[in-house]
């Protein structure tokens, strides 16, 4: 099984940046192969995917981060990023990052939008 270990998030004032990367781990695998998505959870709401990359090319994001995230990937770093801009409040959440058919999830990185 993969294990997902995110980290970068933070406090950031609204209108601010923050870039969050995820490693991938595991036996036996190639991570340039696998598709990658982001999530995150705000407190009292259900987790939602907020961006998929399917190989290094096809990204697609939810309507709530259109134009401000973007999803990128370093297959020699078994490593996936989402830059995150122009944050808003609503943009606090903890992030979690796997693949589409996982069914681990890492412990997350708690972004915090706040002035």
């Known amino acids: 099984q993969m294990q997902f270990v995110e980290s970068g998030g933070g406090l950031v004032q609204p209108g601010g940046s923050l870039r969050l990367s995820c490693t991938v781990s595991?036996?036996?695998?190639?991570?340039?192969?696998?598709?990658m998505t982001w999530y995150r959870q705000a407190p009292g709401k259900q987790r939602e995917l907020v961006a998929s990359l399917r190989h290094e090319t096809s990204a697609t994001y939810s309507d709530s981060v259109k134009g401000r995230f973007g999803i990128s990937r370093d297959n020699a770093k078994n490593t996936v990023y989402l830059q995150l801009n122009n944050l808003k409040a609503e943009d606090t959440a903890v992030y979690y990052c796997?693949?589409?058919?996982?069914?681990?999830w890492g412990p997350g990185t708690q972004v915090t939008v706040s002035s």
């Open positions: 796997k693949t589409p058919t996982s069914d681990n």
């Open positions: 595991g036996n036996s695998f190639s991570f340039s192969m696998y598709d």
